[in-house]
């Protein structure tokens, strides 16, 4: 560091025309080994680290030495290169973020054109789509905000990186490099983009006059929209691992009674028994009901990540998962006879897991309590054995084409099933 006067010999004088100006240094001690107190101008690339000459002949003998000014310039092309990259994710960030901002857009549109075509037939369709334009919408602002702040991140980086490629001093641009260079990447994220929606014509078109029946289709269709672009936005979730992290995707559901078959009493308090047959039918002409086999299904058609417990008594208990197309009658309408099921069937002294006529014995831990959790877009339908702890009992996977719905059958007198409420 010069005042004026001392520095116009460098610009004058020939015995100085060798010498090197450089911009005065803040950190000079830096460029200073504070154990031989010489000047650091070698890089030892074996410690990764700044050193002097003393140092190379003492600690680091025998290393893979060589000078600062040599690594610095292996390490201004990474810099260039990591640049480069970091550009193009913000670039690609840039365009996620307004491809979310059209989706919101979409969105909102299509669910006010859904409001004002709906308003003068139910109330309740209207709060259907402005629970799922909140829902999506905000979906659609949490991934905006996150992309946002990598974008950030990413400029700060950059801005860092850039100012570091014209510092000359070469101990400073290395020591500053290897921390920098520690900053690790995130995962890309999932592409995004725009999905079509179809929530007024889906919608109109599944109304009937039968208020129970119009809210099954009406959930139906807006699982098929969710599955429709799902996978382009949402980012795949952990699988979750303790007990507490399950209940975080504990759902409701509830029995559909037009699917019971008449050996099957449905209670308001989500009870299935199995009652000795009647000859009484409930809802005898329902096309949905189950005739040659006591089971039932719920209303919920589910995708993403959901999670439910049932408690049950008695013996020969099927906890299953099927498409809603299942066949309602003849020996291929049994949970787990099909492709279009699983269940898990409980005894008194252990399970076995049945798909597409397939049976599998399982060990583990009895419990008169069983958690079902599901995966939909990773393809994972997982049984639990619950108590103080959680066990698992048998895990699926596979790729689901259809959303899936609760279902319990129970094929002995005195037997039940009750579905554990949020």
């Known amino acids: 560091s010069y005042c004026e006067q001392h520095l116009q010999p460098h610009y004058e004088s020939a015995a100085f025309k060798k ?15 504070t154990r031989h107190n010489e000047v650091i101008k070698i890089f030892c690339r074996t410690d990764q680290q700044c050193i002097c000459i003393l140092c190379s002949m003492d600690e680091h003998k025998g290393h893979d030495t060589v000078s600062a000014a040599a690594e610095r310039s292996e390490k201004q092309k990474e810099l260039g290169a990591s640049r ?3 550009q193009q994710r913000i670039q690609s960030r840039e365009k996620d973020v307004k491809v979310l901002q059209q989706e919101v857009e979409a969105i909102n549109r299509s669910a006010d054109k859904a409001v004002e075509d709906s308003e003068k037939t139910f109330t309740d369709v209207k709060q259907k789509i402005r629970s799922r334009q909140k829902t999506e919408v905000f979906h659609a602002y949490e ?25 000359e001093d070469h101990t400073q641009f290395l020591n500053s490099y290897i921390l920098l260079s520690r900053f690790g990447e995130n995962k890309d994220s999932s592409r995004v983009s725009v999905r079509p929606l179809r929530y007024t014509e889906d919608m109109m078109a599944a109304v009937s006059g039968v208020r129970d029946k119009l809210q099954d289709v009406l959930s139906e269709e807006w699982t098929k929209i969710s599955l429709t672009g799902s996978e382009d936005v949402l980012v795949p979730q952990a699988e979750p691992k303790t007990r507490d992290e399950f209940l975080k995707y504990l759902c409701k559901i509830t029995p559909n009674v037009y699917t019971a078959s008449r050996c099957m009493s449905v209670s308001q ?12 039918f409930i809802f005898p002409g329902h096309p949905d009901k189950f005739t040659d086999f006591c089971q039932v299904l719920c209303r919920e058609s589910l995708t993403g990540q959901c999670y439910w417990e049932v408690e049950w008594k008695g013996e020969d208990i099927f906890i299953a998962a099927t498409y809603k197309s299942i066949s309602r009658t003849g ?23 049945r798909h597409n006529n397939f049976t599998l014995p399982i060990s583990g831990p009895r419990s008169s309590r069983v958690g079902v959790y599901l995966d939909h877009s990773a393809g994972i339908l997982c049984f639990y054995s619950v108590s103080e702890t959680m066990t698992l009992l048998h895990r699926v996977q596979t790729t689901f084409t259809q959303p899936l719905c609760p ?5 002995v ?10």
């Open 331 to 353: 020996r291929d309408s049994a949970f787990g006879n099909n492709d279009k099921s699983w269940a898990l069937q409980c005894f008194s002294d252990g399970y076995e897991f």
């Open 269 to 280: 308090t989500l009870t299935a028994r199995y009652i000795q047959d009647s000859g009484k």
């Open 407 to 411: 279902g319990f059958g129970i094929y």
């Open 143 to 167: 991934l905006q905000e996150e992309l946002q702040e990598e974008i950030n991140e990413l400029k700060r980086k950059d801005a860092e990186l850039e100012k570091l490629s014209h510092t």
């Open 19 to 33: 010498h090197k100006l450089v911009d005065p240094s803040k950190k000079l001690q830096e460029s200073v080994c």
């Open 413 to 422: 007198s005195g037997s039940s099933v009750k579905i554990c409420k949020p």
């Open 84 to 86: 480069q990259k970091i």
